[in-house]
């Protein structure tokens, strides 16, 4: 590399969202010259599309939350125990606000080329406003869940209606009075936005081809006792987050087997952590719920129960029973009464794995059995999961090898965090990490701080130049393989699988090793001076 090359940042971050925005404050703390393409008109990523009714977070907002500043999370008062995504959006633009970071940000900017100039050592970054910028390093803030899984069906051109995609939501909203709807996809986005389109929709049809596990999350607004107590408790909730394997504290673990317990005992403890509402409390009632499949299927059964006791047509209750994986194979979904929905009169529920859907017509959706005629089509079909919005852009690396081909039968990183081939390459939250398996805000700050320290080490040693080494990413690639292999996340068609896409390789693409081992093993590797990265010295 020659130090003399100059460029016009030392860093450009591509994607303003939590991994963006922290990315930025810790490189201007370093003073390097930073820049964030974004390709929204605002900051938020994930959480400024995805504005469909309902929306809300999954992990408490105490949580859910930045950590690094003491101040931030001392004033911050979050309104409800799981935040909606405008509340989300309100703190991730407070933040913005508060560091001062949107000088630096380029809003409307999506960044279509990524290419390492070899000879300089020099990323040279093109936008769809015709922009070629240059910098040392580049880090890709980019999200798991930021690209939409193409729509597979015929016909949507014809379609006379409204269409929507819960990933892409008009930020003026959309008022569903008096209009039929029919909602394709019972994910989580389904699952949140059905109850919420149906309180006001004339008539809503859920298209449902796979039943999912979903759980009451007994939201509920925050007191100012919660409020104190949460402050009080912040550095020792922080800490063991860290150093959990979810990137939230653990709770006490199971000492009991679920075949061992009697069944009345059984269902008292998951009537009492169905009540809970915390998605980890119900998988963790007993020792043996994720590796033994009969003791899963006690689960499962206890969730029929509760489905059945909800939902009070039993043809309707049967249909939503979750058969296909055993419980926690997939993301369980989380919803606020997703069940009580289908008690309404206006809310109908179609079995497209019994029928399934041919086309999009002119009127509407049409499956092998009727057609349903509807004024909206509303998708939440899903996403190119953790490789999507990396491989959408045009990444080449050394000898200007495409990203797509180094990924060509999946995602190889080391650490989730560097490429072999592209060097000054950092991922945030990548595939290799453990990202979309924990609480992703923890998962993020861990990764923000690991980089800007191995840039302050890289500036420290006079080096312009890290890049994984093949053997270090190999070993890492057959690690991740091994810690998911003969586990439940393989009993699923998931997208952590990317089995959701159609081609898509089947790889399991997150470090299922827990959040608190994962981030041992990065800082081992920054203890040992970087090991399994070639780093060159400027003066080399
Ligand atoms: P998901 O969880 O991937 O859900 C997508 C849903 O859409 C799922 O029910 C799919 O059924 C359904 N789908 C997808 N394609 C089709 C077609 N062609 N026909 C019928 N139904 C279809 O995405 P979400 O946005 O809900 O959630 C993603 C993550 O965001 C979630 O896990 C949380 O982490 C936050 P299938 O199961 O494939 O039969």
């Not at 994930?46 to 105490?62: F, H, I, L, M, Q």
């Not at 769809?128 to 999200?143: N, Q």
């Not at 107590?229 to 063991?240: E, F």
Request: proline share 5%.
């Amino acid at each position: 590399a020659t130090p003399s090359v100059t460029t016009d940042f030392d860093v450009i971050v591509v994607g303003a969202g939590f991994g963006g925005l922290y990315m930025l404050h810790r490189l201007r703390g370093l003073g390097l010259k930073t820049v964030v393409l974004e390709a929204g008109d605002g900051v938020g990523g994930t959480w400024y599309w995805n504005r469909y009714p309902g929306a809300r977070c999954d992990v408490e907002s105490k949580f859910y939350s930045y950590s690094f500043d003491e101040e931030l999370q001392q004033e911050w008062e979050w309104s409800e125990r799981y935040a909606s995504q405008p509340e989300i959006l309100r703190y991730l633009e407070h933040v913005a606000d508060r560091f001062d970071l949107l000088r630096d940000i380029r809003l409307g900017t999506r960044v279509t080329a990524a290419h390492l100039q070899e000879d300089e050592g020099v990323w040279s970054v093109g936008t769809d406003t015709g922009e070629e910028l240059t910098s040392r390093y580049c880090v890709m803030a980019t999200g798991s869940l930021s690209v939409g899984k193409d729509l597979e069906f015929e016909g949507l051109e014809d379609f006379e209606g409204a269409c929507y995609r819960t990933s892409r939501w008009p930020h003026e909203g959309v008022d569903f009075t008096g209009k039929r709807v029919a909602i394709i996809g019972t994910g989580s986005s389904g699952v949140q936005s059905i109850p919420a389109i149906a309180q006001q929709a004339a008539q809503v049809t859920v298209l449902q081809r796979t039943a999912g596990f979903t759980l009451p999350a007994h939201n509920r607004p925050l007191t100012a006792d919660d409020h104190n107590s949460v402050k009080a408790d912040y550095p020792a909730l922080r800490q063991a987050s860290r150093t959990s394997a979810l990137g939230i504290p653990a709770s006490e673990p199971p000492t009991l087997s679920a075949l061992e317990a009697s069944p009345e005992d059984r269902t008292a403890r998951y009537q009492e952590r169905w009540d809970e509402g915390a998605i980890a409390r119900l998988s963790s009632a007993f020792t043996d719920l994720t590796t033994d499949m009969e003791a899963n299927a006690t689960a499962v059964a206890f969730i029929h129960s509760k489905i059945r006791e909800i939902v009070k047509d039993p043809a309707t209750a049967e249909k939503l029973l979750p058969r296909d994986y055993p419980f926690g194979a997939k993301r369980t979904c989380f919803d606020t009464g997703y069940y009580a929905a289908f008690n309404r009169d206006n809310v109908e529920l179609v079995d497209v794995r019994a029928t399934p859907i041919t086309r999009v017509t002119a009127k509407g959706v049409a499956t092998t059995e009727t057609e349903y005629p509807v004024d909206a089509l509303v998708f939440a079909t899903g996403f190119d999961a953790m490789t999507g919005a990396l491989l959408s852009m045009d990444i080449r690396g050394r000898a200007g090898l495409p990203l797509r081909d180094k990924w060509a039968a999946g995602p190889r990183t080391y650490l989730g965090l560097g490429i072999q081939g592209f060097p000054n390459l950092f991922l945030i939250a990548g595939p290799g990490s453990p990202s979309v398996l924990s609480n992703v805000v923890a998962s993020i700050e861990q990764h923000v701080e690991w980089i800007s320290e191995c840039l302050d080490a890289l500036r420290g040693r006079g080096a312009t130049a890290i890049e994984a080494t093949e053997e270090a990413e190999n070993t890492w690639v057959d690690h991740v393989n091994a810690v998911s292999a003969g586990s439940l996340f393989m009993r699923a068609d998931s997208w952590y699988l990317g089995a959701n896409v159609p081609g898509k390789p089947r790889v399991f693409m997150p470090y299922a090793g827990g959040v608190g081992t994962y981030r041992k093993a990065c800082d081992k590797v920054a203890a040992n001076g970087y090991e399994g990265f070639d780093i060159t010295a400027a003066r080399d």
